[in-house]
């Protein structure tokens, strides 16, 4: 089992960057795949990326390529999020996810542990 805890959220204005960290236990840490998902009032939790047990390969939501980077460091137990160009529309509670089957997967219910999430929060 793995607990995940998220940080790095707050508030910032249109146009800045901010980037997510997610601290995992334990020790097996480079035997999950890792993703980020996020949901706003109102609307489904949806897929944001994901990274490999390596960090050799990523995937990205198709409407977030080439703004957000995924990636990890296995020594430290931790995944990141970094977040540029930041627009209103990207105001949601972040959530960091694990999943122990090999392989990407869009679809939260594919996901086996989560964290509680860290909000954030874009001004205009």
């Known amino acids: 089992q793995v607990q995940l805890v998220e940080s790095g959220g707050g508030l910032v204005q249109a146009g800045a960057s901010l980037r997510l960290s997610c601290a995992a236990s334990?020790?097996?840490?480079?035997?999950?795949?890792m993703a980020w998902f996020r949901q706003a009032p109102g609307k489904e939790r949806e897929f944001v990326a994901a990274?490999?047990?390596?960090?050799?390969?990523?995937l990205y939501a198709d409407s977030l390529k080439g703004r957000f980077i995924i990636s990890r460091d296995n020594a430290k137990n931790t995944v990141y999020l970094q977040m540029n160009s930041l627009k209103p529309e990207d105001m949601a509670v972040y959530y960091c996810?694990?999943?122990?089957?090999?392989?990407?997967?869009?679809?939260?219910?594919?996901?086996?542990?989560w964290g509680q999430g860290t909000q954030v929060t874009v001004s205009s």
């Open positions: 334990g020790r097996t840490f480079s035997t999950y795949t």
């Open positions: 990274i490999s047990r390596s960090g050799g390969s990523t």
């Open positions: 996810a694990a999943k122990r089957d090999y392989g990407f997967s869009l679809s939260r219910v594919r996901y086996d542990y």
